[in-house]
């Protein structure tokens, strides 16, 4: 038996926060139920054909759940998605803002008729501010969160290679329902979990505002490199090829010059150390 076998999950999602966060709910055993939009569905599928003729995108966040197409702005579909709530442990959505509850999917509106349920609303800027009513694209919340001002070159900035802020997103999602369904088992009550891209990515730069503390210098850009560990990141050998280094402590450090380098006077020679890193492994 896998953990949430039992557990029914109703999601109107797209793209890739809420997909990814109830892929993970599929893959410990809850029944997840997509509803997509006729005609196209869910817009993931049309990234790419590179899987089949499927999209790499929609096949990884997708694989376990059951799919269901239908105009929610239709009397009928409205009373199909009424029978599904009734059935559902959980309601994920990531719709544009204001979307849900204009289908009388909010938890305001289903709390008194369904005091169980999870509602699980996952946006670009979150419930309030300034920025509630946006879009948001996952580009845009790596550079308003920070993110781009610490990686990449000096000369340049650099995104992440794959979708960080989705993936932040959907795995706080992912982490909150699964907490949120231990307290109903403690409490028989569901609650709503309001959760933000932007939100999210702030937590992941946490350190970078820390190790900025009290006007201190911001961390720099510094490609593979690490801004305040040494060595940390790539190297030039002898042969002309480029090695991965990741050292985090003196007594790694101390191993690495006894068994790699076979210089161990340099763990205690930080001069040499100076003397020698330009061509650490020449």
């Known amino acids: 038996m896998r953990p949430l076998e039992g557990i029914t999950v109703l999601t109107l999602e797209h793209a890739v926060a809420a997909p990814f966060c109830t892929r993970q709910l599929a893959d410990l055993g809850a029944r997840v139920i997509k509803i997509e939009r006729p005609g196209t569905g869910d817009f993931a599928r049309a990234y790419d054909t590179r899987v089949n003729g499927q999209a790499s995108y929609f096949v990884w966040l997708n694989r376990s759940k059951e799919s269901l197409t ?18 559902a442990d959980v309601l994920v959505q990531n719709l544009a803002p204001g979307a849900a509850a ?5 938890y305001e509106a289903l709390r008194a008729a369904h005091p169980r349920l999870i509602v699980c609303d996952i946006s670009g800027y ?27 070159t000096p000369e340049s900035p650099a ?39 932007l939100e999210s990515m702030v937590e992941w730069m946490s350190h970078a ?40 402590n003196e007594r790694e450090w101390a191993t690495f010059c006894q068994k790699v380098l076979m210089r161990p006077q340099l ?5 040499a150390l100076v003397r ?3 061509g650490l492994l020449a």
Do not use: W
């Open 70 to 87: 239908l105009d929610a702005k239709q009397p009928e579909a409205r009373d199909i998605l009424a029978r599904l709530v009734a059935q």
């Open 102 to 106: 204009r289908l009388g999917l909010s």
């Open 126 to 152: 979150g419930d309030d501010g300034p920025y509630r009513d946006k879009k948001a694209y996952d580009l845009l919340i790596q550079s308003e969160a920070g993110f781009l001002s610490i990686t990449g």
């Open 159 to 197: 995104k992440a290679g794959c979708s960080i802020a989705d993936i932040s997103a959907g795995m706080y999602a992912y982490s909150n329902i699964l907490t949120a369904l231990i307290q109903r088992g403690r409490t028989g009550q569901g609650c709503r979990i309001d959760l933000s891209m």
């Open 209 to 248: 505002m820390y190790y900025a503390y009290n006007g201190a210098a911001p961390p720099v850009r510094a490609g593979a490199a690490h801004a305040s560990i040494y060595p940390y990141g790539p190297f030039p050998t002898g042969d002309g090829k480029v090695i991965m280094l990741g050292l985090q």
């Open 267 to 271: 763990a205690a020679d930080a001069a």
């Open 276 to 278: 020698t890193s330009p």
